[in-house]
């Protein structure tokens, strides 16, 4: 930090649907902070935050950036985060180490699919929050209808403290119905005058709305409203934060930050109103042994170290970057820490400042700092980092499960291993990208949350890593699973030369609710066989089940219950029980009832009425399930769950479709059992 004074920080990332503006406002922020010096442009492949190649070709947001800046004295350090559903992870590690955020809405569409998406990620990690209603000089912007959209589809209590003046190409300003001046921008500058006239009834109106929302969160906001006295500036200020920081009220702007309109007001917003690291509760972590302990530790530099990684990238001259949030303590270069999930000590040798793909090295951070380390070896997505003597471990992260793969293979025998290792380094960086080798082929599968998603993997595999490959077709990531219950015993009991060989275990596999994830539960009497057997067999039934009997596709949602041990002798042979262990869950499977599963996506089609009939016939062709068409603004609204399997380049023929003026949103809902045909096409 530039300031030692840690209420003067403000860790926020920016969070929208795609083509919301979120680059374009970070942008503006970083010019009018004076970051930068010439604004750069999404479309024309120049934003500051949009470094990566396949970024600037597509035009939009794939990976996080963090960038520090500063604003009247204040350090804001800002993460850009993607808007596409297929790169929700960075959103979600992002959103995990934050103190706030800006919600960008496009004023046209109001809250669109992807925004209820990351919203809902913001209040999981309880994320105080302010909006930015933006695209107000668009035609068909309506602040109202946006402002109404975010009260009835998202959670939480928005509070407008902000009045346009002109809407469309007449949009010109703003009315700030805290101090009661119009801001009117004039080119790159603005000018603080009187309210026009001919909007100041409703500029009164919309004041009066804003003091009644702070009145119900604020005692002495509300005692003065009763009275009919007026409220003065810096209590309604003073409530206003309070409850931002409290997730109470979420205060709502508008502009243009295409055409550098809005982007101060939302500046002061920010550090008036978004949380400084210690307005935010104490950080809770458990304790690194067995007992699990509940610990605390206050965001301050006094405090022990602790530190969480939330993000790796790879780096053409340190090898690996390891972002970080610093929750107490101070890290300097050289520093020992353990990590607490493989209780290995780790030298944290160099830290940087990250400026989008730019680093500033610094000599320590502290509590309260988005940093960049380099030096740890074996560290992932969600490790904890912390002093040695006061061990601590944050909740890690968690990742959804990749829907779609492909097969690729390398070109030569030269690329063969570069890919794997370039593999491994894109595996360590996206947590929602996977690999797998097919048994039946030997071709290499990569797995990812869509299309694009596996696109982006490919195409940093070639111009990254300079890796050869050809790239088969993406196919669907089924699953298997089990109905019903079934009771499985397995013996082994051999003679391997002089040594006679003895394990069983029984076993009974339980369906689980669909999206649960595969448990374990140890039925067996305590002190039968070593703890650590029990571990073993528990790493080896679950491990069983990543292969199904119908298709070779993962079994998921099923409980594995260890009801019996059986042993000779006390002969605890910790091979002879791992086969048997898997020769049980796998026979289990052949004896009992199972079915594939195919992923089904939740689909939002936004279309001109010209078009929706065209848009439901090809639905229906796909074999989706249309629940309703609605309205938004001048767009219909097409709801739809759809088979992944029949969605493949859907977004070519959309286009086709409707003359390129129809988008979609699709995204990953829950598992559905396949029809007798589909299951005969695939097990043919």
């Not at 804003?210 to 003065?232: C, Q, T, Y």
């Not at 780096?315 to 929750?327: A, S």
């Not at 001109?608 to 068409?629: F, G, I």
Request: aromatic share 6%; with cysteine.
């Amino acid at each position: 930090m530039s300031s030692e004074d840690v209420t003067k920080l403000r860790n926020i990332g920016i969070m929208a649907h795609i083509d919301a503006g979120k680059t374009t406002t970070t942008e503006r922020i970083l010019y009018y902070t004076g970051k930068i010096h010439k604004l750069g442009e999404v479309h024309e492949g120049t934003a500051t935050m949009d470094w990566m190649p396949q970024e600037q070709e597509r035009g939009i947001t794939i990976t996080s950036a963090a960038i520090l800046c500063q604003w009247k004295g204040y350090d804001i350090s800002i993460i850009d985060t993607p808007g596409h559903v297929d790169f929700t992870i960075e959103v979600e590690r992002s959103l995990r180490v934050l103190d706030g955020a800006i919600a960008v809405f496009d004023a046209v569409h109001g809250v669109e699919p992807q925004t209820e998406t990351v919203w809902r990620q913001a209040d999981k990690h309880n994320i105080p929050r302010i909006c930015f209603i933006n695209k107000m000089d668009r035609v068909g912007a309506d602040f109202e209808a946006s402002f109404e959209s975010i009260v009835s589809s998202l959670s939480g209590s928005p509070v407008a403290i902000q009045h346009p003046i002109g809407f469309e190409d007449g949009f010109s300003g703003v009315v700030d119905l805290l101090t009661m001046k119009a801001i009117v921008w004039e080119s790159e500058g603005f000018l603080e005058v009187e309210i026009p006239s001919q909007i100041l009834d409703d500029a009164m109106l919309a004041r009066e709305m804003m003091i009644e929302r702070i009145a119900e969160a604020s005692d002495d906001v509300m005692e003065l409203f009763l009275e009919g006295k007026e409220v003065p500036l810096e209590l309604l200020k003073k409530a206003l934060r309070a409850a931002t920081c409290a997730n109470k009220l979420i205060p709502v702007l508008c502009g243009s930050a295409f055409k550098n309109k809005g982007i101060q007001p939302l500046l002061d917003a920010v550090i008036a109103y978004l949380p400084s690291p210690i307005d935010i509760p104490l950080v809770e972590g458990l304790s690194a042994d067995d007992k699990e302990e509940t610990l605390i530790r206050k965001r301050v530099a006094s405090e022990p170290l602790s530190l969480l990684a939330f993000k790796l990238a790879s780096d053409p001259f340190l090898g690996q970057l390891i972002y970080v949030r610093l929750y107490s303590g101070v890290l300097t270069s050289g520093q020992i820490a353990l990590n607490t999930r493989t209780g290995k000590k780790e030298r944290v040798q160099k830290i940087f400042r990250m400026e989008a793909n730019q680093r500033k090295e610094i000599k320590e951070a502290k509590a309260g700092d988005i940093a960049a380390i380099c030096g740890p070896k074996e560290i992932a997505t969600g490790d904890t980092l912390c002093d040695i003597k006061h061990p601590i471990r944050f909740e890690t992260v968690s990742f959804p499960q990749p829907v779609i793969y492909l097969a690729i293979e390398p070109k030569s025998s030269e690329d063969s291993e570069k890919m794997m290792k370039a593999l491994d380094r894109l595996k360590q960086e996206d947590p929602s990208f996977d690999t797998k080798e097919d048994r039946e082929t030997g071709q290499t599968l990569i797995w990812g949350m869509g299309e694009l998603h596996l696109e982006i993997m490919v195409d940093r595999l070639k111009t990254d890593f300079s890796v050869g490959v050809n790239v088969g077709v993406p196919q669907v990531a089924y699953r298997e699973t089990l109905e019903g219950t079934v009771k499985q015993k397995e013996v082994i009991d051999r003679q391997v030369g002089q040594a006679k060989q003895f394990a069983g275990v029984v076993i009974e596999l339980e369906s689980l609710q669909e999206g649960i994830e595969n448990v374990f539960e140890d039925h067996t009497k305590a002190g039968t066989c070593p703890e650590s057997l029990k571990s073993l067999l528990k790493t080896s039934l679950l491990g069983a089940l990543s292969a199904g009997p119908i298709a070779g596709f993962p079994v998921i949602s099923v409980k594995v219950k260890l009801l019996e041990i059986l042993v000779e002798q006390n002969n605890f042979d910790p091979v002879c029980f791992q086969m048997a262990a898997s020769l049980a869950v796998r026979n289990a499977l052949f004896t009992g009832k199972t079915s594939l599963q195919e992923p089904v996506m939740k689909l939002e089609v936004l279309v001109p009425e010209d078009y929706t009939s065209n848009v439901m016939m090809d639905l229906s062709s796909r074999k989706a399930k249309v629940n309703q068409v609605s309205y938004k603004g001048h767009l219909q609204v097409v709801d739809a769950h759809a088979p992944l399997a029949g969605m493949f380049g859907y977004s070519t023929e959309l286009r086709s479709l409707s003359q390129g003026r129809a988008t979609y949103t699709m995204t990953f809902d829950h598992y559905e059992t396949v029809s007798k045909k589909t299951l005969e096409q695939i097990k043919g």
